[in-house]
Nanobody, 123 residues
């Protein structure tokens, strides 16, 4: 199958920066959309940013101008550069990807999630 492994979370003061990475591995033919979601305690998981294989991006209003999503298609890796962090950005951040795989002559697409990485912003 496919595994998504995140890294880069941690504790940072308000106004600081962090860079998250998520590397996909396994039975990958191609990856369409890759994205980052977050879930704060007591809240629903929400989309932070997404990027297509062609580089088109989408951001939540709350992070526009502060966060930048990018990807390296050759490495099947997506990044999230987070600047000007605020305490309200504190959450578990999850990587997500729509992956096309091949089994024999069968092509199929599945959605995968990473295990999550904690981001904590102190005031």
């Amino acid at each position: 199958q496919v595994q998504l492994v995140e890294s880069g979370g941690g504790l940072v003061q308000a106004g600081g920066s962090l860079r998250l990475s998520c590397a996909a591995s396994g039975r990958i033919f191609s990856i369409n959309v890759m994205g980052w979601y977050r879930q704060a305690p007591g809240k629903q998981r929400e989309l932070v940013a997404s990027i297509t294989s062609g580089g088109s991006t989408n951001y939540a209003d709350s992070v526009k101008g502060r966060f930048t999503i990018s990807r390296d298609n050759a490495k099947n890796t997506v990044y999230l550069q987070m600047n000007s962090l605020k305490p309200e950005d504190t959450a578990v951040y999850y990587c997500n990807a729509d992956v096309m795989s091949v089994s024999g002559s069968l092509y199929y697409t599945r959605n995968y999630w990473g295990q999550g990485t904690q981001v904590t912003v102190s005031s």
